[in-house]
């Protein structure tokens, strides 16, 4: 079994719609929990960045951290086109330098 | 601000051949990595480096070389190049329970 679980998608959605991505991770030690956003040919951009368990937002969107079940979801509001990338969760550990252990990624299709 | 600089883009390697992707920083950050991201695989870690003159393997080493000699500085070296090494390879830094922040990657391409 992964370390990190996430489906791979692709994941299709209507514009203006409720996106949910989901990752699943086995490590209890995990502290900090990031996703990243790729486009095709780039390089991942850091989008949230949280610590421990709860929620974050920043404009249409939502980090969700439940530690006790190792569940982390982004969840994205109003869906636009431009949201069309590939969505990698990374959870780590803390303290000095931690390997991020990365997701496979989750590919979403937002359709005009 | 550049943030993280890799070069080349692309490049088309034969077999047994060596190379060196570069990677530099002005973000005066401490640590710095090394990934490649295959299909299916997501993002591996190949070697990283907490400072100038500090490196250590990660998960995938075999076959690659790093060094760092200054803060901004990380290239990653092709001993003898192998068709299994063709990826998409991104260099990351970041500084201690801060995120990564990536370059755009260097696509190679083995044949």
């Known amino acids: 079994q992964k370390e990190v679980e996430q489906d791979p998608g692709p994941l299709s959605v209507p514009e203006g719609a409720i996106v949910s991505l989901n990752c699943t991770y086995s490590n209890s030690a995990f502290q900090y929990f990031m996703w990243y956003r790729q486009y095709s040919r780039k390089g991942p951009e850091l989008l949230m960045y949280?610590?421990?368990?709860g929620n974050k937002e920043d404009g249409r969107f939502t980090a969700q951290v439940d530690k006790s079940s190792k569940y982390i979801s982004l969840f994205i509001r109003d869906s636009q086109p431009s949201d069309s990338a590939t969505y990698l969760c990374a959870p780590r550990d803390s303290g000095g330098y931690q390997k991020v252990t990365f997701g496979i990624g989750t590919k979403l299709q937002v359709i005009p | 601000n550049a943030g993280v600089t890799q070069t080349p883009k692309f490049q088309v390697l034969k077999t047994g051949q060596s190379m060196t992707l570069q990677c530099a920083q002005d973000m005066n950050h401490e640590y710095m990595s090394w990934y490649r991201q295959d299909p299916g695989m997501g993002l591996r870690l190949i070697h990283y480096s907490v400072g100038a003159g500090i490196t250590d393997q990660g998960e995938v080493p075999n076959g690659y070389n790093v060094s760092r000699s200054t803060t901004e500085d990380f290239p990653l070296r092709l001993l003898s190049a192998a068709p299994s090494q063709t990826s998409v390879y991104f260099c990351a830094t970041s500084d201690s329970n801060q995120p990564q922040h990536f370059g755009d990657g260097t696509r190679l391409s083995i044949l």
């Open positions: 949280t610590y421990s368990s």
